[in-house]
């Protein structure tokens, strides 16, 4: 341990505890909520943890804005290891073995894997340590004026904030002594943004776990009052379609027939007029290019067209994307789409493939349960209720991976603001405490899970 993280280092009750609030009573004015507390609310272990969080609120600011300046765009491999080597050595302070996951077999700078064995129930704590701002971007600096609750910076919310979140729930479970009560696994991933490919051994270190309830660390739609117990997989697509080129004049006669572009256009009609009104569906045609000659380049999303417009156009090709809520959702609207392509104009062709994606997170009775249980710890704390985010508001995200083998999961944890993915990426500060606060009094209840492991209700046992 260094000296640095010696003099930082974490006790859980007694005078230091109140020394450190003392020192920490500006820091705590951040909290836009705090004064609401119901006072008697919280078991007194409880009420350590919301209070080691306050005193640490100013160590936590001061890793955010260290992490915010270190440029981790998903394809500047060395920045999002440096990124890792960070937060590692954070976790390691904690007891955590760590190990770097290389990606290069994937073509991106890998995963950082932290693992502590405990007595209670497995726990998953999932985020990523790359941000959408590559080194040429001219977003790169942390930015807070004096005073202010507010700070710009690359990734401050997706989701660098979220890390920290997730790093001082840690920290105080570990300060009060019961982080041992859980089993916890920490998986960053290194390239959220921009997945390397194939995606399915890029997401390796996520389908192979086992665990009883994963968290995830990602801002949500950034409102404090919600979290995401369902997100939309998605997944990309691509309509190639093929005519036969003539003059105009000999349009739909024998042997000519309609045209690529007539086809194209009736398949993305057919598509509107058939799926458009399912709930949680959407299937976006983003790019197109027809005529006698084309030249596409879905994977940029650019090419070149040529045509006459006395010409029967002989290719026209799309590039889409697919959002649903469900596997079964997924796999009907594909069902759909390929039937109508199938069902071809005369003298066409069409072919429509689907590219890796990401998966959806479905809405379970163990996500609920586990929101149910997130807005108790919120109410307590004086925060409010807080209610499932409408999952078209939510986009995809690595969590989504966990999906089919956890049975409780719940997203959107991390540090709120506003901006995202752009260079108006702005966090709210006040909001970084409390989401610490109730991370880590979610964490410290499910120390015990209900009788049985699987679908049934998550229970709370009383010291």
Avoid at 194 to 203: D, E, S
């Amino acid at each position: 341990m260094s000296g640095a993280r010696e003099q930082g280092k974490w006790h859980a009750a007694g005078p230091a505890v109140g020394t450190l609030l003392a020192l920490g009573l500006a820091v705590v004015a951040l909290s836009p909520l705090a004064a609401e507390r119901p006072p008697a609310s919280l078991e007194p272990i409880e009420q350590q943890i919301v209070d080691v969080v306050d005193a640490h609120n100013g160590q936590a600011l001061e890793l955010l804005e260290r992490v915010v300046e270190i440029n981790s765009g998903t394809l500047n491999l060395d920045g999002v290891r440096q990124v890792g080597r960070i937060f590692a050595a954070e976790l390691e302070s904690l007891g955590f073995a760590t190990r770097w996951l290389d990606g290069s077999a994937f073509e991106r700078a890998g995963h950082l894997l932290a693992e502590r064995a405990g007595d209670g129930p497995r726990v998953l704590l999932i985020g990523h340590l790359d941000t959408v701002f590559e080194r040429d971007s001219p977003f790169q600096r942390y930015e807070r004026e004096a005073g202010s609750n507010e700070a710009r910076g690359p990734g401050v919310t997706d989701m660098k904030g979220g890390n920290v979140v997730l790093l001082y729930a840690l920290k105080a479970l570990e300060a009060v002594g019961v982080l041992q009560q859980l089993d916890v696994t920490v998986v960053l991933t290194g390239d959220e943004e921009k997945p390397g490919r194939p995606l399915a051994l890029a997401r390796e270190v996520l389908t192979s776990r086992e665990a009883d309830v994963a968290l995830g660390f990602e801002d949500g739609d950034s409102d404090p009052a919600t979290a995401v117990i369902a997100r939309r997989g998605a997944t990309g697509w691509q309509l190639r379609v093929t005519g036969v080129r003539a003059h105009s004049s000999q349009l739909f006669a024998e042997g000519v027939g309609a045209g690529a572009i007539y086809e194209v256009a009736r398949i993305l009609s057919n598509f509107y007029e058939e799926l458009s009104g399912e709930s949680n569906l959407t299937f976006n045609p983003g790019f197109m290019l027809g005529g006698t000659t084309i030249d596409f380049d879905p994977e940029q999303a650019r090419g070149e067209a040529f045509g006459k417009d006395n010409v029967v156009a002989s290719s026209a090709s799309v590039a889409g994307d697919l959002r649903a809520l469900s596997a079964a959702q997924y796999e009907q609207a594909r069902a759909t789409m390929q039937r109508i392509v199938s069902d071809n104009l005369p003298a066409t062709a069409a072919e429509l493939t689907f590219a890796e994606g990401y998966p959806p997170l479905a809405p379970t009775a163990g996500n609920r349960q586990l929101l149910e249980l997130y807005s108790a710890v919120s109410r307590e704390l004086g925060l409010g209720p807080v209610a499932a985010v409408d999952p078209r508001r939510a986009g995809a995200a690595d969590v989504s991976f966990v999906a089919e083998r956890v049975p409780r999961v719940l997203d959107g944890l991390g540090l709120m603001g506003g901006g995202g993915h752009t260079t108006d990426e702005t966090a709210d500060l006040r909001t970084l405490p409390t989401q610490t606060q109730r991370a880590a009094l979610l964490l410290y209840r499910l120390r015990r899970l209900g009788a049985e492991a699987g679908d049934e209700a998550v229970g709370v046992v009383s010291d």
